[in-house]
């Protein structure tokens, strides 16, 4: 999960030279340039926060493929955003052991306190709401991974602390951005 | 032959096949989706369950998927079990609950593979109250329809379109229950099979877009086997025709493919399947024309072309008539000009009406000596011209000068399923069965060796392992170094440069060390020293080769439908244009000149100044024609003229097959054969006996007694007195609707369907509908089994040739060994210029008829050329600019384009592409390219 460190803008360019280096990379663990598809993808969203339209022609021209067979990869993968998301990304769980622990109500929770259905951005950018299924800690449930942390035995306390603490992370980062 | 039960009954079945394939060659009713007879199975749709039980002891059995079981002698299994029917039962009622429920305002309805499997499960009655899901459709061009919700993800489209036809742009995108099938963005299918997706996709996904502008119920279409007019494979189709409700005469709807195992399978090319609609142009003739004395006021004739008025037919049969009565009294002299567009027997009417002296082929010098060349090479018993099955098992190709993809489309499409061979012969020794599609595919490893030589095209590319971009004069040079290495002699040196040596070298290699060796060349690059250089390899490959067959693989891409016909009329020093353009100037006798034209647009065989010296040379130009083109303008007389699809007749493909196409309905207006026109006006006194001719079969029947080589066209098809329990074959369905209130606003009554002269065949619902009886059947169609795929019905095994029918007939040419090649200079030219060209093909544009049809007029490019980059550089042309061809002292105005492939100097002309027709003459040749667009230049 790279995906939460990105940085919006440069979402139309084509490839940087870092990205390129690093889908380079990936060259040697692979047997053709076709099947570092889903890497190369990982990478440009790692950096971009999404991959965009021309963000998608840019690695398909760079791996010499049809960009239609790139878009089979990015969308059979949930964890390749093909459109915007926020600065950080909430998979909650929705499978039977969260479900049975009160998912549904977090779930409810989350929309009422961030203005967010599933697949929706709350108006400040910050928070991106998904479903997923099972994340493989199912004696812990409710569970949510954000970016790379998983949150386990979730209560509307939980997530209200949470919600806070990104909010804060989010606003003290931007408001160090603006005085440098 | 292992030998399974199947619900208590002992089959003996193939082998090599699955379950499900076994199955349904058995005639068993199994329902399936995934599975195609050509692409084999991936087990993805779970459809095709069974029980297969271990032993007689085996109380239960187990659940399997008949496509992926492999068959073993003695054992045992069950359709009927009631497991196995709830099973797929349940797999049916899932694949329902998002599948609309739109079947009456769907085009697929009444043919749907989908209804067939839903109607055999027992499927009828839908429980799932839930909503469906839903997706946006894309626009895939003037061809496809795109209807995404009725997708019940089998992935065949994908499979067809990516893995068997090399397509790029339509994949599966998403996942679970959103699968989508579709390109990245709204476009134009790329690919030139894409029409094969109607056929493939079991349900209303992808359609004709084109059938869609007139459409009616498959049940309602009236059909015959026809052949397709566009190129000269001969790919066999069921073309659907019926007439509007508005009392106007019948139109072409749609062509499907119509299934012949030698030729073109289960699959037709994009220009064949939507190039049929030039017959209801605008431009269609339909009525006699005449030219019109009086000059009207606004016309917008160009000077020299005529302006026309409709004429009664019996008037312009007069007026032929006369015309031919003074020929006879020797107060007038009389040409014809046949065409290798139309069939044997137009064209040998004319040559009966005209005298043999008389009669031309239609073909400029060029030309119509490449056809005696190809003519010629296949005589030469150490060459076998192969079949499309024969094709698809050659383990080496080399290819010489020719871009099958858009000269020989179906044939390009078996050559890439030779490419596969490499990796099917590792699936064997692994004991993988080549059914197994998804297992073979992953085996990787490197395709069979296919060797491309001359100007390629993207997609030929993409198979060929390895490619040489030469000029045509190399190509030539190049072959000729490969025949020496394989006669183990050492390559002339210092015509090619040693990388191009070394090529040769590897090249005879590695067709010496394959088990089928398969060499296509043909009269793209219209070069006859391609044509003998490829002769030449086979022949050695035939005696040196590895092989141990005394026979090597070579295929001759002609270019038009009856191409080779046409060269078994004429000698081959014979019949050229440019022979009848020098008969034509010396008017020595002072006496008036009939010249009559058929099928056959001038404009498109020499240049324009030659043609129109031709025809002004004649005071009376009858043309007997299906569109109004630049002959047309320029003739005195017009008769409107049956297209193939409205007429009986015979042809040859480029190997030399001959075959029948009849008649699915009867031309509008005066349309009719053009033998009929000429025999209503030939006399009766005529020694010919073509007045009295009244059936298409009379003429066959005397070609196949004039000409030797065409004795095998009595035996293309039935006579006519052909029958079955004492009944003709019917076009029409047995569900043909509205017979009666069709006519309704004109007769109350209905009226008897018009007899047909020529076919054991009516234009009606009363006669033999079964195909498994007959060949004649077009309308493939079973009970229970609606849509095409009841083709395995009709087949012995699965992939094997259709009951009842041995398809085409070889022509048989007197066997004679060519003399040894000796590889001869350049060809000389004597225009001069600054720029040598190559023809071009395009899948659209570069044939005369399928350019006419609506939707393919919408894709045809405008006219351009391709510049090498080398020279586009020196000259500071962009892709874009204008330029100007200059020949002779004609001019034609392109667009450029540039190619890193093309070799310097040379400069890529697209054959035939409306707007430079006239060009095509010229092509190979040296030509002059001026700058129109100076602008900025330095």
Redesign the interface.
Known sequence: MEHSNASSGNTDAGLSDEEKREIDREFSHYEGRASVGLEALRIVQKHRGWVS?KS?QAVADYLEI????L??VA??FQLIFRQPVGREVMLLCKSASCWITGCSRLQVHIRKRLQIAPGQTSKDGIFTLLETPCLGDCDKGPVMQVGEEMHRHLTEEAIDKLIEQKIHKHKKNDADRSTD | MPTITIDGEDYPVDGEQNLLANCLSQGIDLPYFCWHPAMGSVGACRQCAVIEYKDAEDPHGKLVMACMTPVKDGGLYSVQAQAAREFRGGIIEDLMTNHPHDCPVCEEGGECHLQDMTEMTGHVQRRYRGSKRTHRNQYLGPFINHEMNRCIACYRCTRFYRDYAGG????????NNQV?FG???DGMLENGFSGNLVEVCPTGVFTDKTFSEHYVRKWDLQTAPSICEHCAVGCNTAPGAREPGNGSGAILRRITNLYNRDINGYFLCDRGRFGYDYVNADSRLKKPLAASSESLIGSTAAPGEKVHREIPPEQAVARLSEQLREARNGKRRLFAIGSPRTSLENNFALRQLVGDDHFYSGLGERDLELLHLIDRVQCDPRIHSPSTPEIESADAVLILGEDIDNTAPRISLAVRQAARNRQKRQARQLKIPLWQDDSVRQLGGSPSPILLVGTGTPAMEEIASEILHCTIGQTAAFGAAVRDCLCGREPAAGLLPESQLELARRAAEMLSSAERPLIISGCGSRNGEMIRASAAIACALAEYGESGSDQCDLYLACPEMNSLGIAQLSAPDSGRLEELAAKLRDTREGIPTTLVILENDLYRRGDRRTIDTMLSAADQVVLLDTLLNATARHADLIFPAAATAESEGSTVNSNGVAQRFYAVYEGTGFIQESWRWLADAAADDDKTHLAACEHVFELTAALAKEFPALAVLEETGPDENYRIDGLKVARQSHRYSGRTAIRAGEHVAELPPHPDPDAPMVFSMEGIQNPGKTPLQANIWSPGWNSNQSINKFLRGIGGARKGTDGGQRIEREPQSLDEWQPGGGEATSASGNFTTIPLYRMFGSDELSARAKAIASVVDEPYAVLSANDAEERHIRTGDLLRIRVNSESYPVEARVSATLPRGTLGVPAGLPGLESLDCHLPGRVVVEQTDTGDTP
């Open positions: 339209d998608l049809a960009p239609a067979q878009e089979s969308t059979y | 790029e742009d339509l994949e599966s995108l998403g996942r989508y390109r990245q963005n």
